[in-house]
């Protein structure tokens, strides 16, 4: 039966988000049931973008990533991908009225990845960051407000504000393996060799700002939504807090990581605060 193999699909986008993301899936895990299977969903979408683009370095990358964006636009034609991810999301994008100039953004940005290594400019660095995060944020807001357009429009700047700081968090936090694995430098005029305690602190202060605009954003979340996201922000804001104790040398020489006990406080520290109406 078809409904079967949907829910299949469903199954395992959820195991691709837990399986590649205890945080993120934590963080689903908190959203209402009625919603949840859209962002695994989503998450699935954007995660084998970017491991085709990030990860499988052995195989023709460009044909991968073509064949990927003429599979899932197939599937919306014809209503039905055997790629289960594939089939979860077009479910998806019919359901929420997700706009395919989101879709096209952030594939955009993860073409980018193949061809190009610096971003120079800051108009370079915005663009790559709106398609490669501030998108996927929108996408999710969809299904937040259930595909209400006024109530998207009303929090769409904060939900874009909300991805810049979570990509951001992640260039700040992965800036060796970026520059040395993957030879990318996002942020414009800093690399390993010019990264320093001044260029860590800028970058940190905008991030800052970034949060500061999409927590606006979050308190006016349906109820459905509110504390899974909440949840999302109080685990970043940690990481970033510990980058922003560490050493700018040492960030160029290590992975930052919150531990699970962290992440278990954390949680508890939102439920808290989620239930005092504090958010």
Known sequence: ??????????????????????????????????????????????????????????????????????????????????????????????QYNITDDLIQAFLKSMKLDLVKSNYNTQTEYEDYIYGSADVVGLMCLKVFVTGKDQKYEQLKHQAMRLGSAFQKVNFLRDLKDDNLILNRNYFPGVDLKSFDENAKNTIIQEIEEDFRVAYQGIEKLPIEAKFGVYTAYIYYKKLLKKLKNTPYYEIGNS???????????????????YKLKLV
């Open 1 to 94: 039966m078809k409904s079967l193999f949907d829910h299949v699909s469903y199954k395992c986008s959820r195991l691709i988000t837990k399986n590649y993301s205890t945080s993120f899936s934590l963080a689903v895990k908190m959203l209402s049931p009625s919603i949840r299977d859209g962002i695994y969903s989503i998450y699935g979408f954007v995660r084998f973008a970017d491991e085709i683009v990030d990860s499988f370095h052995d195989y023709d990358k460009e044909y991968l990533i073509n064949d990927f964006e003429k599979e899932y636009y197939k599937a919306m034609e014809i209503g039905i991908s055997l790629n289960p991810i594939l089939n979860s999301f077009q479910h998806t994008v019919k």
């Open 255 to 273: 992975r930052i990581r919150v531990s699970n006990y962290t992440k278990a406080g954390l949680l508890a520290q939102s439920f808290v605060t």
